[in-house]
């Protein structure tokens, strides 16, 4: 049996989103820059596939700018927040401590041109509070930016709250919804969102596209300069075979969000419900208030990495947290901003199911882990250590 559960990192594309990609990879094949009949079909496309992406997200056309993915998305809003607040003297930027990398490393950058940087605790549930940014806000904030729905836990933040609380105050708020779009309800207007960052490979769309959602008014700095495509303000020939297989993803996607959501959420927890019944093991982020498939276990006493391997033997694919970190020795920094010491972060491993999962499946990895934490506990002198009283256990 082979089992895939790394739908964090990426989806299988749909053959919606393929067969929608087919007519613009060979017949319709033009720039659509172009101002003959062939690139003109292909801007018809371009057009098209911006207001379906714009009318799903509760936004105008003119508010959407496609990028190259969501860490281009994310680095572009933050950029250009930035040099907004700049203008005004304001230096001061609001994030979390667990956000993506392509957040995080983004202010990093910033915080060596000069600006502040507050990054929040995160609670052990793995949930921003509201009153913490309400908190944090000074009069020289120029942005908020805290993602949607974290990818390595799942646990989903209030976004409707903190936009409202950053409206109230005059601050702009982006959100990295990579993991969120087409897994949740989103509404831009009605979640009090100014820029949000999407990806089309998380939701069984193609890889190398994505969408940059920006508040009309909102002035964007280029990262990209050599044309005046996306309104001047992303050069490169639009990559039309993605952006058509994104937007029919997305429509997908968004069409059956609510059984999506059950069926998936119902094997969740049937996951989360085997795995809990592994002595010291816990599970990271809060139960209930997560993606539809997002599971994450720590596991003490044991390697994640050995874990992954000895899964993958088992014909089980898994992470142990975020794709873009997956070669590093590190533990996770999620793990860590929750409250995970060295040791037990060491031992995570994330299970990302989608609809083509089957309960068949999630009971064939319940039995597969628990065979693989038991033979790795058995030849591990930390656990030794552990079971024989020398050291005290974390998880109890």
């Known amino acids: 049996m082979q089992i895939y559960l790394d739908n964090a990192a990426t989806t299988k594309m749909s053959k919606t989103a393929i067969n929608a990609m087919l007519p613009y990879m060979n017949g319709v094949y033009g720039n659509p820059s172009s ?25 105008g056309a003119n508010e959407i700018t496609f990028t190259s993915g969501g860490s281009e998305a994310d680095n572009q809003a933050i950029v250009s927040a ?5 203008k005004s003297g304001k230096k001061h930027i609001i994030s979390t401590a667990f956000e993506h990398h392509a ?58 709250e903190i936009g409202k609380i950053c409206h109230e105050k005059g601050v702009l708020f982006h959100t990295d919804a990579v993991q969120a779009a087409g897994h949740l309800h989103i509404h831009v207007k009605e979640q009090n969102i100014d820029m949000l960052s999407l990806s089309a490979h998380k939701f069984h769309g193609p890889k190398g596209i994505g969408v940059l959602y920006a508040r009309k008014g909102i002035r964007l700095s280029n ?16 990559n039309i075979p993605a952006i058509v297989g994104m937007a029919a993803a997305l429509e997908e996607a968004c069409g059956h969000i609510d059984e999506y959501a059950e069926k998936v959420t119902a094997l969740r927890d ?5 795995l809990s019944e ?21 596991f003490e006493g044991i390697e994640g990495e050995s874990l992954l391997l000895l899964l993958d033997d088992k014909g089980v694919y898994a992470s142990s947290g975020s794709a873009c970190t997956s070669g590093s020795l590190d533990p996770s920094h ?30 064939y990895t319940i039995g597969a882990v628990k ?22 256990f974390i998880i109890k």
């Open 223 to 238: 990262l990209i300069e050599g044309g005046a495509q996306e309104r001047g303000k992303r050069a490169g020939t639009e």
């Open 278 to 298: 592994i002595p010291h093991s816990i599970l990271n982020g809060d139960a209930k208030r997560r993606l539809p498939g997002n599971v994450n276990f720590c």
């Open 103 to 160: 957040v995080l490393h983004t202010l990093n950058k910033l915080a060596k041109e000069g600006f502040e940087i507050t990054l929040l605790d995160v609670h052990e549930n793995g949930i921003i509070l509201p009153e913490q940014v309400a908190d944090a806000i000074r009069e020289d904030t120029c942005l908020v930016t805290v993602m949607y729905a974290n990818n390595e836990i799942g646990t989903i933040q209030p976004i409707q």
């Open 82 to 86: 930035a040099r907004i607040g700049e």
């Open 334 to 363: 999620v793990l860590l901003a929750i409250g995970r010491v060295h040791d037990i972060a060491h031992g995570s491993l994330r299970l990302t199911l989608s609809d083509e999962n089957t309960e068949e499946e999630i009971e």
């Open 35 to 59: 101002l003959h009949s062939v690139g003109q079909r292909a801007n018809e496309a371009l057009a098209d596939a911006r207001e379906r992406v714009a009318k799903l997200l509760g936004c």
């Open 270 to 274: 049937k996951l989360i419900a085997g």
């Open 371 to 392: 065979e693989v934490v038991e033979y790795l506990r058995g030849i591990s002198p930390i656990w030794r250590d552990l079971v024989s009283g020398k050291k005290e």
